[in-house]
C-alpha cells in the first residue's frame, strides 16, 4: 500500500505543481480542485523566433521538440520553484499563475522574479541564434481551479486577467520588450523594496478586443555585462516624453525621445507614430495607442 502510494504520487506530481501537491495533502481533491475566485498574477511565456525554427527545421521536427522542450522547461521550472501554477501549454507558450491554491500576497512579486530568472538562465543556456522570450504579467481577479468541460478538465485559470496577460505577451514583440506587465503589477513592485527591478511607463495603449485603455510597463531585466540597460535618467526622459505626447505636445515628446539610446526599441513605438503624423497628433488624439491584434 505504501509503495503503492508513492508510485501514485509520484504520477500525481507530473500533472500538479508541488503547491498544489501541498494543498491536496491530506484533503478532500474535490474541495480543494474546485473553481473560485482569487486574486491572481497570471504571466504568460512565449518561445520568440519558433515559427520560423520550425518552418526552417521542418526534416528534423524531433530535434526541434527537443528544444523547444529545453526552453519550455526553463519557463516550468521557474514557475514552479517561485511557488507558482502552471496552467496550460499553448504550443511554444506556457501559462502559469500565483494566488492559488493558497493566497500569495506577494503574487506579483513572485512572477516578476520568475521572469527574471527565466531571461536570466535562457541567456546563459541558450544560444542567441535559438529562442528568445516574450513574457507578460497581470494581477487581478480571477477563477483559478479545476476548470472545463464534462469530457476533460484541466487546472488553470479563467477571467479577463488571463486574457490581459496573453495580449501583454503579444505586446513585447511590438514594443521589442522582454517583459511587460499591467498597471496593478507595476504598482505592487514600485511599492515593494523585496526587489531589484526597474520599471518604465511604456504607454497608455487599447488592445485589439478590449473596450477599455490600461497603462503598460516594462520591467527591466537587471543589469548585466552583456545586457544593455537604460539609466534611471534616461527612464525619466522616456515618461517625460510619453507624458508630452498624451498630452498632445508632440514636439517636445519627439526631441525628448531622441535623448533615449539608439538600441531602445520601445522609443521607435513612440516615434513610429509621431513621424507618421508628421509630429502633429490627430484631430481625435486621446493619448492613447490602438495596438492591433498580432
Keep these: 500500500q505504501s509503495r503503492r502510494l508513492e508510485r501514485r504520487q509520484a504520477a500525481m506530481r507530473r500533472f500538479f505543481a508541488p503547491v498544489v501537491m501541498e494543498a491536496l495533502a491530506g484533503r478532500d481533491t474535490t474541495e480543494v480542485l474546485a473553481p473560485r475566485e482569487a486574486n491572481l498574477s497570471v504571466m504568460f511565456c512565449d518561445l520568440r523566433g519558433f515559427c520560423k525554427r520550425s518552418e526552417r527545421d521542418a526534416d528534423q521536427l524531433l530535434e526541434l521538440l527537443a528544444r523547444v522542450s529545453d526552453a519550455l522547461g526553463i519557463m516550468t521550472r521557474h514557475i514552479i520553484d517561485t511557488d507558482g501554477v502552471i496552467g496550460d501549454f499553448h504550443g511554444d507558450a506556457a501559462m502559469g499563475f500565483w494566488g492559488w491554491p493558497f493566497q500569495q500576497q506577494d503574487a506579483a512579486l513572485r512572477a516578476a522574479e520568475a521572469a527574471s530568472r527565466i531571461l536570466m538562465e535562457s541567456s546563459q543556456v541558450l ?156 484631430d481625435d488624439w486621446d493619448g492613447v495607442i490602438k495596438m492591433p491584434k498580432l
Excluded: C
Aim: glycine share 8%.
Design 127 to 282: 544560444s542567441e541564434n535559438t529562442f528568445g522570450f516574450g513574457i507578460g504579467i497581470a494581477t487581478g481577479r480571477a477563477v483559478a481551479g479545476q476548470i472545463g468541460t464534462v469530457d476533460q478538465v484541466k487546472v488553470t485559470a479563467f477571467g479577463p486577467v488571463v486574457n490581459l496577460a496573453s495580449r501583454l505577451e503579444g505586446l513585447t514583440q511590438q514594443f521589442g520588450a522582454k517583459v511587460i506587465v499591467d498597471q496593478d503589477t507595476a504598482m505592487v513592485l514600485r511599492e515593494s523594496k523585496d526587489h531589484q527591478f526597474q520599471l518604465r511607463r511604456l504607454a497608455l495603449i487599447r488592445p485589439a478586443g478590449f473596450e477599455k485603455e490600461i497603462e503598460v510597463w516594462q520591467l527591466i531585466e537587471p543589469s548585466r555585462s552583456n545586457v544593455k540597460v537604460l539609466s534611471p535618467e534616461q527612464i525619466a526622459s522616456y515618461e517625460a516624453s510619453l507624458d508630452a505626447m498624451i498630452g498632445g505636445d508632440w514636439s517636445k515628446a519627439y526631441e525628448l525621445l531622441y535623448a533615449i539610446p539608439a538600441w531602445d526599441r520601445p522609443k521607435d513605438v513612440l516615434l513610429s507614430i509621431i513621424l507618421r503624423n508628421n509630429r502633429v497628433p490627430p
